[in-house]
């Protein structure tokens, strides 16, 4: 509607004959004129309905895809979660990706902290445990499965045995 008052209604309003024109150009040049503004105000509305159309696309997707990404971290953490045995996930510095709640009770019981995402796993406290680490932890980020045995620090003289998985993306 916008476009025929612009292009058509309102020349024809200025050219009638008893108004008198104002302007420097003829009434041919104006009809023209104002054609080309209706057609780029019809243009206009156009790319705004493509944009809003393709807006609307990208978010169903995202959220689509967030919905995916959500169910699958669900099962992840159920099936971490489902073990009694103590499984936490780290990067390549050493900090803490993911920690089942086994992996969370044993550190806070030796080492009084909470074992928090994106922190360190190695308490820089205690170097000796790293540094007894390192060889095995260097395996693993070479891509191969390291498995050594460790006496628990804690007195009670526990053997625990460490199997290191390398995750690759």
Known sequence: LMFLILSVGYPLHLTRGDMPLDVSLSPE???FAHLCAGISFLGAWGLGALHNATREAAQAT???TLKVLRESENKLVS???STDDPMVSLDAEG???TA???IKRLY???LGKELEPGKPFFDPEQPELFERWKPHLAEALQ???ARFEERAQDGSGALMVLNLNPIFR
Do not use: A, F, K
Request: charged letters at 50%; glycine letters at 4%; proline letters at 0%.
């Open 95 to 97: 900090r803490v990706l």
């Open 62 to 64: 995202l959220e689509r």
């Open 100 to 102: 089942n709640s086994t």
């Open 108 to 110: 806070r019981e030796r």
């Open 143 to 145: 891509g191969r499965r």
């Open 79 to 81: 099936l971490i979660e």
């Open 29 to 31: 040049q104006l009809r």
